[in-house]
């Protein structure tokens, strides 16, 4: 009995302890823009691993959302900047331009705070770690769910979003390897535009208006289908692959218009990026790689439910 | 009626001034304090971190406790953030007291980058011109400051030759500009500059402080200064912001000296876009996408009046700080970002009630004092 109680006060005073210590970590979470749902995601994602590994290691976590409203490499960097000043521990970005990033990451490694780019890299940075898709992969995936779909024969347009994004440029690059594999399949054209589901919605139109004879589209990136009734053709008439797989987009795969999304997992760059900063800055581990793939996920109508659950917990309350 | 206006004005400035006294005193109030790491210049002249040797033996690096708003480092990062928008903010207040409006400073500033960019890279490290670095950085800093004085230039004359209102020309100008930026780099970013490029805009002091931005962004507004309040030239600017038609009639060269207020405004694009692509180190046709309507802001905050006539370089500036001083102290107050867009909102909106308010009061004085 003795025992047991000498064991107990022991374990009391361990626990108060760990509770007067427990440490405070900041982590800067820098994103491409605010509007764009898939970085919501990845914000609760963040806060969400905030909390688990909070916890879990008796830490607070906190995450510092410093976001531009608009696609902006400059005032990225400047947020990286700031983020150091303030006194984050640590920092997750995505670059909307790696050149112009790079120098505010290396500053701010040289100041001790180490960096982990996701979603889009800056291979020449010193960041510790990148996480997101292979973005080569990603568009010749997308073409060849494409491919499949058409039978191997069509006319193609690529959908991509800003055309300075190196992401975008890779993953363009990607679907016309793919593409070249399939001789009966013409890529009329790449279709860049503004990253905002309307203007997306508008480009679509525009093209579909004066190249009625397009019979399959390729979105590496989802806008279009951020909205509802984005597609103005029957199901089945034209076929259509996106990258993404946001709420609003499942209602496609719903009704037929779109039989393949391809997932990214925009929750997993928020968590997985603080649970590699937390490994990092608390217990002073590497990741094995620099380089951390995540993989696409295809949803279809088999799996469309199943996936529509994961939202209720990824989405901002 | 000179002396009057400058009352005015210097009225206006002092009230910003206290602004930004206060911000920066609540601030340094709630701002709380952030432990640094301590930095040391090593015997290669590279910064680098101290360490001590702790009880159990470990080498850990050395942290010094500080303010988080009122430190050197923090105050030096706000100097550079603001000048960016400050220098525009200036050519775009002498802009607007003519009674004009410069939409394409931001697509006239991605230009200028691109293509200063592009001659850079080609006398940069990896350039077919390696060699030739100072030859490279002469003409790149030409480039990017002479296209985006030709935007200017082009803009003004538009305006003067087809009487069209200069919101009309500049929002085309807008597009055209950022068009041909896109379709000279195919969306790709420009990168790989002379090093003695990068190191002449990047200079810090030993302390690791870059000081640049800030020394061009006074001698901006000091030349702003000179050229608003001192010249015949910047007079003419204020007449016919004041009344066009007066000063039509009075002689002054009208057409003359709009086209000038706009290649000042693209000079001043030129300028940042210079001090950017130095600092930063690459630049895109994205880049400055939305920066005509922080500039615009600024200016106005600074207490330009959008029906011309009114305004000052120095009022540009300051204006340009409180619209950074109230961005970053969202960051080290630790506020929602989420709140930052209305919080600056409000502010613009309140400058220029504020603004109006002062106008108001002032003909008010004149008209008792008439009486």
Not at chain 1, 232 to 245: E, L, N, T
Request: charged letters at 15%; one cysteine or more; hydrophobic letters at 50%.
């Amino acid at each position: 009995m003795k025992r047991i109680l000498v064991l107990l006060l022991a374990g009391a005073f361990a626990l108060a302890g760990r509770a007067a210590e427990t440490r405070t970590i900041t982590i800067g979470l820098v994103a491409k823009s605010q509007g764009n749902p898939v970085f919501q995601a990845a914000r609760v994602g963040a806060e969400d691993a905030a909390r688990e590994l909070g916890a879990r290691n008796h830490l607070n976590i906190k995450i510092d959302w410093r976001t531009p409203n608009e696609e902006d490499a400059q005032k990225q960097a400047e947020a990286i900047e700031q983020l150091v000043l303030a006194g984050a521990d640590g920092i997750a970005v995505s670059c909307s331009d790696a050149n112009k990033l790079t120098d505010a990451i290396n500053r701010a490694v040289d100041n001790g705070v180490p960096v982990a780019t996701f979603d889009s890299d800056a291979p020449a940075s010193k960041r510790f770690v990148t996480y997101g898709v292979d973005d080569i992969d990603c568009g010749r995936q997308t073409m060849e769910e494409l491919a499949k779909v058409m039978g191997g024969k069509g006319i193609v347009a690529i959908l991509a979003g800003n055309p300075n994004a190196p992401n975008l440029q890779n993953r363009v690059r990607g679907a016309k390897e793919a593409a070249a594999k399939y001789p009966g399949l013409k890529i009329r054209d790449v279709y860049y535009h503004k990253e905002t589901p309307q203007d997306a919605v508008a480009r679509i139109e525009q093209v579909m208006q004066s190249n009625p004879d397009i019979t399959g589209w390729a979105f590496i990136g989802g806008w279009p289908l951020f909205t509802e009734n984005a597609l103005k053709w029957p199901a089945g008439s034209v076929a259509c692959v996106s990258v993404d797989a946001l709420p609003a987009q499942l209602a496609y795969i719903r009704n037929g218009q779109v039989p393949v999304l391809l997932a990214q997992q925009c929750y997993q760059w928020g968590h997985r990026s603080v649970e590699l900063l937390v490994d990092k800055i608390v217990f002073k581990k590497n990741p094995p790689e620099v380089k951390e793939v995540s993989p696409l996920i295809p949803v279809t109508k088999a799996n469309v439910d199943a996936y529509a659950a994961n939202w209720t917990k990824w989405l901002p309350q | 009626m000179p002396s009057r206006r400058l009352s005015l004005f210097r009225l206006q400035e002092g009230g910003l001034l206290v602004v930004i006294f206060v911000l920066g005193a609540l601030l340094t109030t709630f701002g709380g304090r952030v432990r640094t790491p301590l930095l040391t210049v090593g015997a290669d002249g590279t910064r680098e971190r101290v360490f001590e040797t702790n009880a159990a033996g470990e080498r850990v690096p050395v942290f010094v406790e500080e303010n988080k708003f009122l430190n050197v480092r923090n105050l030096a990062q706000l100097a550079k953030d603001t000048s960016f928008t400050a220098i525009m903010a200036v050519g775009m207040s002498i802009v607007i007291i003519s009674g004009g409006i410069d939409l394409s400073v931001g697509a006239a500033y991605a230009l200028a980058s691109v293509l200063g960019a592009m001659v850079f890279n080609h006398y940069g490290p990896g350039g077919p011109a390696a060699g030739s670095a100072v030859t490279g950085v002469v003409l790149g800093m030409v480039t990017c400051v002479g296209t985006a004085a030709l935007c200017g230039l082009a803009n003004g004359a538009l305006i003067v030759a087809l009487r069209v209102h200069p919101f009309i020309v500049t929002l085309g100008a807008m597009a055209i500009l950022r068009g041909i930026a896109f379709v000279v780099t195919r969306g790709q970013s420009v990168g790989g500059f002379p090093t003695a490029f990068r190191g002449m805009i990047g200079w810090t002091t030993a302390s690791g402080l870059s000081l640049v931005p800030l020394g061009v962004m006074i001698v901006v507004t000091v030349v702003g200064w000179i050229f608003l309040s001192r010249l015949a030239a910047g007079r003419r600017v204020y007449a016919i912001g004041g009344n066009e038609l007066a000063s039509r009639f009075s002689g002054i060269g009208v057409e003359r000296v709009k086209i000038g207020v706009y290649v000042i405004s693209g000079l001043s694009a030129g300028v940042a876009a210079l001090l950017a692509l130095g600092y930063y180190g690459s630049a895109s046709s994205g880049d400055g996408q939305g920066y005509e309507l922080n500039v615009i802001a600024a200016a106005v905050v600074g207490g330009a009046s959008l029906t011309g006539g009114r305004g000052t370089a120095l009022g540009a500036v300051l204006g340009a700080l409180v619209i950074q001083m109230i961005s970053s102290g969202i960051v080290i107050l630790g506020i929602d970002q989420n709140y930052s867009q209305i919080i600056i909102g409000s502010v613009v909106i309140a400058a220029v009630v504020l603004d109006n308010l002062n106008g108001w009061l002032a003909r008010r004085r004149l008209v008792r004092a008439g009486h």
